[in-house]
């Protein structure tokens, strides 16, 4: 079966560096998405990865390695805004989106 | 623009009860999904469409049906409502199958059934 695996629950600092990480495994990849979910609001799309290596948009950067089914999703200069689910999701080989239950990141001042 | 709108928001049906979820996106996107959130799980896909006039089963389709007949509008229907669909359920389109794949989601539509 088709499977991402992303922590529950994290908690971090303001002003710290947080690393999500996600594992999948899925019959066949068409890329790799990170979403940003507030409580109660709906997904927004954070990044895109395809091929291995590090993409970095401002704050946020998105890490793949396809060889390992691994992403992971780096927060810097965390604020109290970024207090959200972090949703991983895999395009599979009929470009079909399978979803993690996402992580809640708690920030703390 | 507004992107993608659900209506209603916020809807308490009794079970057996039947309704329509109306999605309405003015980005001129050909594909649009439904989606389901409940707690501790991934979105699951329950109908997709491709274009207008066309749809599709997706993970967990049973129980509700779907209608594609204009390209800006999805609509998702409840036949006979059961507790098993109470959730979130989100509409999402995107512009094709070749781009990126980033989605734009609506608000969500939150339903009880009691």
């Known amino acids: 079966g088709q499977n991402i695996d992303q922590p529950t629950e994290m908690t971090a600092t303001e002003g710290a560096i947080v690393q999500i990480n996600c594992t999948y495994q899925t019959s066949g990849f068409n890329g790799l998405f990170w979403y940003q979910q507030h409580a109660g609001e709906a997904p927004t799309f954070l990044s895109y990865?395809?091929l291995d290596g590090l993409e970095e948009k401002g704050r946020f950067s998105s890490f793949l390695s396809r060889s390992k089914g691994y992403s992971y999703l780096l927060l810097k200069e965390l604020q109290m805004k970024d207090s959200a689910s972090y949703l991983c999701?895999?395009?599979?080989?009929?470009?079909?989106?399978?979803w993690g239950a996402g992580t809640k990141l708690i920030i703390k001042p | 623009n507004a992107g993608v709108t659900q209506t209603p928001k916020f809807r308490v049906l009794k079970t057996g009860q039947s309704m329509t979820l109306l999605c309405a996106q003015d980005m001129n996107h050909e594909y649009m999904y439904w989606y389901r959130q409940d707690p501790g799980m991934g979105l699951r896909l329950i109908h997709y469409?491709?274009?207008?006039?066309?749809?599709a089963k997706g993970e967990v389709p049973d129980g509700y049906n779907v209608s594609r007949l204009k390209k800006q509008n999805f609509l998702l229907g409840l036949e006979s409502a059961a507790p098993s669909q109470t959730s979130v359920y989100f509409c999402?389109?995107?512009?094709?199958?070749?781009?990126?794949?980033?989605?734009?989601f609506g608000e969500g539509s939150r339903l009880t059934v009691l």
């Open positions: 469409s491709v274009g207008e006039g066309t749809t």
């Open positions: 999402a389109s995107k512009f094709g199958r070749a781009d990126t794949g980033e989605l734009f």
């Open positions: 990865n395809v």
């Open positions: 999701a895999v395009k599979d080989s009929n470009y079909q989106l399978i």
